[in-house]
């Protein structure tokens, strides 16, 4: 199958900076990738939809200007938490769709600690 | 409102077969997802069905009944690596998936 990666796989930082997380097909080219929150013990959360070359589609109460994806490239989404605080400690996974519209492909996942 | 119903736990037995089962109400359906995902990681694919039916993929089957709005994974000879949450989540007619909570899957020697 195909294969998504997200980088850093963890990430520690300072309440208040800002932290990038990216997202990459390596195998086939992601027209629409998207974001999830899953805190402890809950299920996937759809933070946002991503199209390469347009503004990212936000769910019902996610700030776009706390949480900024950029998808540059067909292959490349970004997510940036910006001023980060304790409350955005989760793991955060990006998925891909691929060529046949019902695969969608998963991220091993990003946990951010926030301190 | 959108809704996936699947229980929150089971547990079953090594070498066992276990049935969880997944309702939905969705706004429009276009297809049913299971993915597996351990502890610490993310979601891999297990099944798709769109079609009422049964789809087997070695130790692994799923039911679809779209006239009921269910479905239900069942795993056969039961390993210990098979224990894992369970995720339902239906795609609605905006072509979004809605998941459900999850079953985690406990499996005893």
């Known amino acids: 199958g195909a294969v998504v990666s997200q980088h850093p796989s963890w990430v520690i930082c300072k309440s208040g900076t800002s932290v990038k997380i990216e997202c990459r097909s390596l195998?086939?080219?992601?027209?629409?990738m998207f974001w999830y929150r899953q805190f402890p013990k809950q299920s996937l959360m759809l933070m946002a939809t991503?199209?390469?070359?347009?503004?990212?589609?936000?769910e019902q109460g996610v700030e776009k200007d706390k949480f900024l994806i950029n998808h540059a490239s067909l292959t490349l989404s970004t997510l940036t938490v910006t001023s980060a605080h304790p409350e955005d400690s989760s793991f955060y996974i990006c998925?891909?769709?691929?060529?046949?519209?019902?695969?969608?492909?998963f991220g091993p996942g990003t946990r951010l600690t926030v301190l | 409102g959108q809704n996936i119903d699947q229980p929150t736990e089971m547990t079953a037995t090594e070498g066992a077969i276990v049935q969880i089962n997944c309702t939905y109400q969705?706004?429009?359906?276009?297809?049913l997802f299971w993915y597996q995902q351990h502890a610490g990681e993310a979601p891999t694919f297990l099944s798709y069905?769109?079609l009422d039916g049964l789809e087997e993929k070695g130790r692994f089957s799923s039911f679809l009944s779209r006239s009921k709005g269910y479905s239900y994974l069942l795993l056969k000879e039961l390993q210990m690596k098979d224990s894992a949450s369970y995720l339902c989540?239906?795609?609605?007619?905006?072509?979004?998936?809605?998941w459900g909570a999850g079953t985690k899957l406990i499996i005893k020697p």
């Open positions: 069905n769109v």
């Open positions: 989540a239906v795609r609605d007619s905006n072509y979004q998936l809605i």
């Open positions: 969705t706004s429009g359906f276009n297809g």
């Open positions: 991503s199209n390469e070359g347009s503004k990212a589609t936000y």
């Open positions: 998925s891909a769709r691929g060529d046949r519209d019902y695969e969608q492909f």
């Open positions: 195998d086939f080219q992601a027209t629409t």
